[in-house]
């Protein structure tokens, strides 16, 4: 039995489960954290402007030119692809997709407390 990672408390009943991996380049940050369903629903509430949700037919449709966090302008080279999976009891896995500048994946690597991962070659 382990405690939420939001709100580090056991609860009764099974946690979610979000994965969160950003990108770029040879770079990558990510982790796993265990979720009550309140703190899920918050988090997907928090960031839904920002993850845009993968349709079934993997056609994504969102920019590539400007940061999803502040909309600032970005370049390929100067921004961070986010991968968000979302692991709910009873529901089908939901994948978002996200594009952030430093300055927001900065943010999220802090607030979410990513760490640095071994690159897959």
Known sequence: MFPCDVHHQRIRGPLDAIYLA????T???SRRLRVCPEDRSAILAEFNAEWVLSTDDDQVEFGFDNCHGCKSEVTPAASW???VTVYAKGS???DYFTLYCDRCASES???FGLIPTPSRA
């Open 22 to 25: 950003l990108l770029r380049g």
């Open 27 to 29: 770079d990558r940050v």
């Open 81 to 83: 692809a986010g991968f």
């Open 92 to 94: 089908e896995r939901a």
């Open 109 to 111: 690597i802090q607030r």
